[in-house]
């Protein structure tokens, strides 16, 4: 375990908080999983891809973590009160089951291309209704829910009179009248505006539905997460996570869950991620303010001038803090694309880099900056003071390279500390890929020597025709060639 100290930005006390897991060594952690009913957009990867950052971080602190990260197959409901499943069955022709599976590989998938940790338990909410009747029955127990038309309400106004509804959000029941995600036409149903549903009687043309001692139903949204939580971490456990626009109502009336049923408020710490934009404004499909994964990788988007793999997006998403919204921008991620290159080329000479002597000269600015970057991610996980202490070491490395600073004025200690530390915060924390992997590879290096020098041929002949073929189909393969003093060269970017 190392011996560090950790803060968090606690969305529910709204501080800045050491954090002191309940059980020392050991975390719990819940993130709110996608709702599976359509491809996952930017903005979710920006969320999974910052909570991954944050797990890892935990590990590479020593921790064992429980990361909990479901997969919401049902209840999420449109703003018509329509389920998204079921929208998206009917629009694909499929069984609700198929769209989830669909939807749930496409997302795996993603996360696989963000080279994000698949989490420890990914529970899905339709494998779970059990548990989600009996969170329903120890509510109404309690006194906090009631039935009305086959239909199960939270009781705002009786939860309000032991609990603080509104402690996660800040909001004021009073000023709560239509602002829930459920169905707008049961409002009648409902004994005061604010109140929730927790299961929902089924139309007969609804396609998920279940058994319950109220009716043939469906839970609601909020319950699943409040039932899985509990059921994988136990009623109180560390950390609890999602973006922040699922603060209200999601996690506030999950909080109102797990109090209403078990007496405890779930998580110890909540951290709300904050939204991805472009160009300035809120992503949105019906503007055409949008733009997939997919045509951000291959560049086929009004929006970018060319493609961007996928480790230089994520290195662009590392370059803001997970708190501040972040604006995607072709200028911004071109600039990405430059960093991410000089990091990963710097850290490449640095693996070849040796030093015999003993003199210590050089040791204290290596170790300032590297301590930094440690105290950085220590700080609320912030990756772009991290990533900035790094660049610094990436200048002091480029100037051992050509001379400009003497390599022998380091310890041969504080070089190994330099590759160690540098490799466990670019791979192992940030999750980040070498664009040059394919280096080392005989075949690949032996055929790449051999189109450099057609390449070379070509140029001297000044056969331009050719020599321009070469670069830019290697540039299609996002293999970029560089002309320097001491010859050619060519990275890959992953
Ligand atoms: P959903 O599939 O809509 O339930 O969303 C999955 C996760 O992505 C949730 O934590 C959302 O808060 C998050 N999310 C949705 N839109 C954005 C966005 N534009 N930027 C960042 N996170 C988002
Ligand atoms: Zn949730």
Not at 38 to 64: A, E, K, P, Q
Not at 263 to 287: F, I
Not at 341 to 347: C, D, G, R, V
Not at 377 to 393: H, I, K, V, W, Y
Request: hydrophobic share 35%.
């Amino acid at each position: 375990m190392k011996n560090s100290k950790l803060y968090i930005e606690n969305s529910l006390s709204r501080k800045k908080e050491l954090f002191v897991p309940i059980t020392p060594g050991f975390v719990g952690m819940y993130v709110c999983g996608p709702t599976v009913y359509s491809d996952v957009h930017l903005g979710n990867c920006r969320t999974f891809v910052s909570f991954d950052i944050m797990y890892r971080y935990l590990l590479h602190l020593g921790y064992s973590v429980r990361y909990v990260r479901n997969i919401t197959d049902v209840g999420h409901l449109l703003d018509d009160g329509e389920d998204r499943m079921s929208k998206g069955a009917k629009a694909d022709n499929l069984e609700p089951m198929e769209v989830a599976q669909k939807y749930s590989n496409g997302f795996h998938d993603m996360m696989r291309i963000f080279n994000a940790l698949p989490p420890s338990i990914e529970p899905r909410a339709t494998g779970h209704i059990i548990e989600q009747i009996e969170m329903v029955e120890a509510i109404i127990a309690n006194g906090y829910g009631y039935e009305s038309n086959g239909s199960v309400y939270f009781d705002t106004i009786a939860y309000s009179k032991d609990h603080n509804y509104g402690e996660l959000s800040g909001r004021v029941i009073e000023e709560l009248l239509v602002e829930s995600r459920d169905n707008l036409k049961h409002q009648s149903e409902k004994k005061h505006p604010s109140d929730f549903a927790i299961w929902m009687k089924a139309d007969d043309n609804h396609l998920m539905k279940w058994n319950s001692p109220w009716s043939v139903g469906f839970p609601g949204w909020h319950l699943e997460c409040s039932a899985m939580s509990t059921k994988y971490l136990g009623k109180k456990f560390d950390f609890h996570g999602g973006g922040n626009d699922l603060k209200f109502p999601h996690h506030e009336n999950e909080i109102a869950q797990n109090m209403g049923s078990c007496g405890c408020t779930p998580a110890n710490y909540w951290v709300h991620t904050n939204m991805l934009l472009m160009n300035g404004r809120k992503m949105s499909k019906s503007d055409g303010n949008t733009i997939t994964p997919d045509q951000l990788f291959t560049g086929n988007s009004p929006h970018v001038t060319k493609g961007y793999t996928p480790m230089v997006v994520k290195f662009f998403m590392l370059q803001c803090h997970y708190n501040s919204t972040l604006d995607l921008t072709d200028a911004g991620l071109a600039a990405a694309e430059k960093g991410y290159t000089k990091l990963f080329e710097a850290y490449k000479v640095l693996q070849d880099m040796e030093t015999k002597s003993s003199a210590n000269t050089g040791d204290e600015a290596i170790n300032a900056l590297l301590d930094q970057a440690f105290e950085d991610m220590n700080d609320d996980f912030n990756t772009p003071r991290a990533l900035s202490r790094l660049f610094e070491l990436v200048t002091i490395i480029n100037k051992m390279k050509d001379g400009t600073e003497d390599i022998n004025a380091v310890s041969s200690e504080t070089l190994s500390r330099l590759k160690a530390d540098m490799k466990a915060l670019l791979f192992d924390v940030f999750g980040l890929q070498d664009p040059v992997s394919v280096h080392g590879d005989s075949t690949i290096d032996g055929l790449m020597d051999l189109v450099v020098d057609l390449r070379a041929n070509a140029r001297e002949q000044k056969d331009w025709t050719v020599s321009d073929k070469i670069r830019d189909q290697l540039s299609a393969l996002n293999i970029v060639i560089k002309d320097g003093k001491e010859g050619t060269s060519w990275t890959v970017n992953s």
